[in-house]
């Protein structure tokens, strides 16, 4: 069974680094068919993807977000981390990996983690 | 970056009827296209890849057609479990990007 869950912190506080990281199980960060994406969606708003990592370690990332995101990953932990710097209140969102795989997309979900940006 | 727009914004229907949701793609994405079903509170569900695959486990009431610029998603006869925000994304370019969801609220 391929399972995905984000953790990390439920508040962090403006212009302070965010660090999230998904465990995965039920499929390996080295399979070349396989990667995972990270996913983000404000309060009452709609989905905006972040990022992606590739089994090779080529990450691909939101024109938008590019200069503070930094996706990497631990094959041997089954871990894939997601730092984003100088958090804002808009920020605040729930934070989703998601298991991507060549030719169908996300088809798997973690349940997602609620980070709230606040002093 | 590849703009998804979605239509309508807001679907209102009863149980049993036949709904259409259209995503428009700002250039063509082939057919790498993915139909989203996201309830409140929950992660989104992949219901749909390849614009008309359906992903396991998925009610054959489900269907997506199109390709280039221009898709839909079909619920043939509407369940009350079907009541939900839909959200179609496009994975031919990166940066990946969503339409902006379609929510499909009980008359």
């Known amino acids: 069974q391929v399972t995905l869950k984000e953790s990390g912190p439920v508040l962090v506080k403006p212009t302070e680094t965010l660090t999230l990281t998904c465990t995965v199980s039920?499929?390996?960060?080295?399979?070349?068919?396989?990667?995972v994406s990270w996913i983000r969606q404000p309060p009452g708003k709609a989905l905006e993807w972040l990022g992606h990592?590739?089994?090779?370690?080529?990450?691909s990332y939101s024109r938008s977000l590019r200069s503070r995101l930094t996706i990497s990953k631990d094959t041997s932990k089954s871990q894939v981390v997601l730092t984003m710097t100088v958090m804002d209140p808009v920020d605040t969102a729930t934070y989703y990996c998601?298991?991507?795989?060549?030719?169908?997309?996300?088809?798997?979900w973690g349940q997602g983690t609620t980070v709230t940006v606040s002093s | 970056d590849i703009q998804m727009t979605q239509s309508p914004s807001t679907l209102s229907a009863s149980v049993g009827d036949r709904v259409t949701i259209t995503c428009r793609a700002s250039?063509?994405?082939?057919?790498?296209l993915a139909w989203f079903q996201q309830k409140p509170g929950k992660a989104p569900k992949l219901l749909i890849y390849?614009?008309?695959s359906l992903h396991s486990g998925v009610p054959l009431r489900f269907s997506g057609s199109g390709s280039g610029t221009e898709f839909t998603l079909t619920i043939s006869s509407l369940q009350p479990d079907d009541f939900a925000t839909y959200y179609c994304?496009?994975?031919?370019?990166?940066?990946?990007?969503f339409g902006q969801g379609t929510k499909l609220e009980i008359k």
């Open positions: 990592i590739f089994s090779n370690d080529r990450v």
């Open positions: 039920g499929f390996s960060l080295s399979n070349p068919t396989m990667g």
């Open positions: 250039q063509t994405i082939t057919i790498s």
């Open positions: 994304q496009q994975y031919n370019t990166y940066p990946y990007t």
């Open positions: 998601a298991r991507g795989m060549t030719d169908y997309g996300m088809d798997v």
């Open positions: 390849k614009a008309s």
